[in-house]
């Protein structure tokens, strides 16, 4: 019962204030790209989404999880474009992928 609880926790999201003065442009063809979606109760992570409409601050994406169609806003900083030879490994609605994390810096050397 807790999986199916957890499952169903939506993705973090954009406050419409945050969307800035410039109306958001709707597109029926939707773009295929990366995007980094933040979640309440994990880390975030970096999928195959599709941008369905954008202005010059904010990216509302959408992508099919394991109960669905999920979509959530993001910044625009967030969202990379992806190629088409992505787009037809998306076809497949039950896939995404998370990219691996960051090597860590080194750390700083201390100063005597």
Excluded at 32 to 47: K, M
Excluded at 48 to 77: H, K, L, P, Q, Y
């Amino acid at each position: 019962m807790l999986e199916i609880v957890v499952s169903n926790i939506a993705p973090c999201t954009l406050p419409a204030l945050a969307y800035g003065p410039q109306p958001i442009e709707w597109h029926s063809d939707a773009m295929p790209v990366w995007a980094w979606i933040s979640w309440p109760h994990r880390p975030t992570e970096r999928i195959e989404a599709f941008a369905r409409g954008w202005n010059d601050r904010v990216v509302i994406v959408e992508w099919t999880a394991e109960r669905g169609t999920v979509s959530t806003v993001v910044w625009r900083n967030a969202v990379t474009r992806r190629d088409a030879a992505a787009r037809r490994l998306a076809d497949d609605p039950g896939r995404r992928a998370t990219a691996p994390k960051p090597p860590l810096p080194a750390s700083p050397r201390p100063t005597l």
